[in-house]
T-cell receptor
Framework: ETGVTQSPTHLIKTRGQQVTLRCSSQSGHNTVSWYQQALGQGPQFIFQ???????GRGNFPPRFSGLQFPNYSSELNVNALELDDSALYLCASSLINSNQPQHFGDGTRLSIL | DQQVKQNSPSLSVQEGRISILNCDYTNSMFDYFLWYKKYPAEGPTFLIS?????DKNEDGRFTVFLNKSAKHLSLHIVPSQPGDSAVYFCAARHDNNAGNMLTFGGGTRLMVKP
């Protein structure tokens, strides 16, 4: 069973730039959720994708957007990067409408200079 | 508005003793609760969960208790081991249009001393 994998592991960008983070879901899972974890805080829900469409969104501005592909992998795109976007970005996969827990990848550490 | 709170940022326990990690929530629509453990440079790992229709769930050394009237849950680890040293996150979920999104607490860093 292949777990959730994320790339890259680390990334450094400057303010105003755009970034794309990638996630491969665990085999057998059909939803992907993205979370932002700022230093010293718990993960905050950004959005979830199911059937290649957004299936729920947290309190994040539109410059945070995503995609899901037919193989259930996903991308998180952030435009016009701000200093406060510096965080660990976590991807989690699960099976829709299941009580099985979400499985997380190891995250991408994004630093904005 | 923080709907899930872990009021103790850190906890230190001697090896072999019990560790008790606490979590409070405010949203009465939450119907499923989970605990995740996180080591540095790794993603959160699922530990144990409990449905709102139960008040206790046990898995080996780990037991989660849920008090719905108080909107409080706790994770008991007994006996604690040095390998349990990690950050523990409480998370809650409710069935809504956002699928199974999780609302996390801020985490408690557990240190188990040999």
């Amino acid at each position: 069973e292949t777990g959730v994998t994320q790339s890259p592991t680390h990334l450094i960008k400057t303010r105003g730039q755009q970034v794309t983070l990638r996630c491969s879901s665990q085999s057998g899972h059909n939803t992907v959720s993205w979370y932002q974890q700022a230093l010293g805080q718990g993960p905050q829900f950004i959005f979830q994708y199911y059937r290649e469409e957004e299936n729920g969104r947290g309190n994040f501005p539109p410059r945070f957007s995503g995609l899901q592909f037919p193989n259930y992998s996903s991308e998180l795109n952030v435009n016009a990067l701000e200093l406060d976007d510096s965080a660990l970005y976590l991807c989690a996969s699960s099976l829709i409408n299941s009580n099985q827990p979400q499985h997380f990848g190891d995250g991408t550490r994004l630093s904005i200079l | 508005d923080q709907q899930v709170k872990q009021n103790s940022p850190s906890l230190s326990v001697q090896e072999g003793r019990i560790s008790i990690l606490n979590c409070d929530y405010t949203n009465s629509m939450f119907d499923y609760f989970l605990w995740y453990k996180k080591y540095p440079a790794e993603g959160p790992t699922f530990l144990i969960s409990i449905s709102s229709i139960k008040d206790k769930n046990e898995d080996g050394r780990f037991t989660v208790f849920l008090n719905k009237s108080a909107k409080h849950l706790s994770l008991h680890i007994v006996p604690s081991q040095p390998g349990d040293s990690a950050v523990y996150f409480c998370a809650a979920r409710h069935d809504n249009n956002a699928g199974n999104m999780l609302t996390f607490g801020g985490g408690t860093r557990l240190m188990v001393k040999p």
